[in-house]
Nanobody, 124 residues
Framework: QVQLVESGGGLVQAGGSLRLSCAAP????????MGWFRQAPGKERIFVAA????????YYADSVKGRFTISRDNAKSTMYLQMNSLKPEDTAVYYC?????????????????WGQGTQVTVSS
């Protein structure tokens, strides 16, 4: 069992930045591929980004490439999502998740453990 706790969400104006964190206390964090997903009101949960256990490989949805950066610090059992140049369409609840079923990392079905989510609201 992996417990995940997101933080760092909030209200920001378009063009601004936020950094989300996902804490996963425990020694197993470094063995998981980790991902970020988001869900806007009335819409399905969609993939945002993923990162390999070592942090060497990263994957992004086309909609966030060049604006968002995923990273992790295994010594702190924490993953991050740096979000720059935010747009109103980035407004959603953001979830972090631990992958245990392998590829494709963009599919939520390959993730077994989820955080409670953190709200990000981007005003125009």
């Amino acid at each position: 069992q992996v417990q995940l706790v997101e933080s760092g969400g909030g209200l920001v104006q378009a063009g601004g930045s936020l950094r989300l964190s996902c804490a996963a206390p425990g020694r197993t964090f470094s063995s998981y591929v980790m991902g970020w997903f988001r869900q806007a009101p009335g819409k399905e949960r969609i993939f945002v980004a993923a990162i390999s256990w070592s942090g060497q490989n990263t994957y992004y949805a086309d909609s966030v490439k060049g604006r968002f950066t995923i990273s992790r610090d295994n010594a702190k059992s924490t993953m991050y999502l740096q979000m720059n140049s935010l747009k109103p369409e980035d407004t959603a609840v953001y979830y972090c998740a631990a992958n245990i079923y392998g590829r494709p990392y963009s599919r939520s079905e390959t993730y077994a453990y989820w955080g409670q989510g953190t709200q990000v609201t981007v005003s125009s």
